[in-house]
């Protein structure tokens, strides 16, 4: 298995390149960067009054960074709906590596004490691109993303990469814009421009003050309803918009 080295990583990811495989077996990866590419707007998450129902009931308990090597191994599963998939062992290892360094992160929904759905990707200054998710009951994965949405939003970032569109992303408020529009955002969410990035320093090279962390700290000021606590403080957070 060949290795991926993940300050290579981490640079790619600053010019909008991320890795692939063939299949879940593959030894190899290959680098891509599409013409088109999906964002979703933080400020514009659809938040359906269906979904909100689901984030205010006590159905799922979400979490970060507790089961990050679990999600990815889910995302990596071989489903019916999804005979292979792109992560094969060597991208596994390279995104454990960057979570130990604090570069990659996850968000993991819960069913009474069981690991349901959740989502993984990596944040780098003010951006975060999402990798991948996986859901095991209904709506476990839109949980995910909306608590995800609204902890990049308090913590003040600027760019949620999605990869590439998707009718399930699309219905949440994810778009498409080109390459050179990618760029821009990409370059304003990550700071560029303010000066060279030292061989052997990608991880601190970009200066954000976007904090992954922030809203674990908020959620016992805002919160003025009862309920689990998690879900009216997401659901608060994001508004009800359709």
Aim: glycine share 10%.
């Amino acid at each position: 298995m060949k290795m991926i080295d993940p300050e290579l990583l981490l640079r790619a990811y600053s010019i909008g390149v991320f890795p692939m495989a063939d299949s879940r077996g593959a030894d190899d990866v290959y680098w891509v960067e599409p013409k088109k590419r999906g964002i979703l707007p933080l400020d514009s998450f659809r938040l359906s009054r269906s979904l909100a129902k689901v984030l205010k009931s006590d159905r799922f308990t979400v979490t970060a960074d507790t089961a990050f090597a679990d999600v990815v191994s889910h995302c990596a599963e071989r489903t019916s709906d999804r005979p292979d998939t792109w992560i094969n062992p060597a991208i596994e290892t390279a995104y454990a590596d960057l979570h130990r360094r604090g570069h990659a992160h996850s968000i993991e929904t819960w069913q009474n004490g069981e690991l349901v759905g959740g989502l993984y990707g990596v944040r780098l200054g003010g951006a975060f691109f999402g990798e991948s998710m996986f859901s095991r009951e209904s709506n476990a994965s839109k949980v995910a993303l909306a608590h995800l949405v609204a902890r990049l939003k308090v913590g003040s970032f600027q760019l949620l990469d999605c990869q590439f569109i998707t009718d399930h992303l699309a219905s949440l408020g994810a778009i498409e814009v080109s390459r050179d529009i990618y760029v821009g955002l990409l370059d304003a969410a990550l700071g560029v421009g303010k000066g060279p990035v030292v061989p052997g320093e990608m991880a601190g090279a970009f200066s954000s003050p976007a904090d992954f962390f922030a809203l674990d700290g908020i959620e016992p000021v805002i919160r003025t309803v009862s309920g689990p606590i998690s879900g009216w403080t997401i659901a608060q957070l994001l508004g009800q918009t359709s």
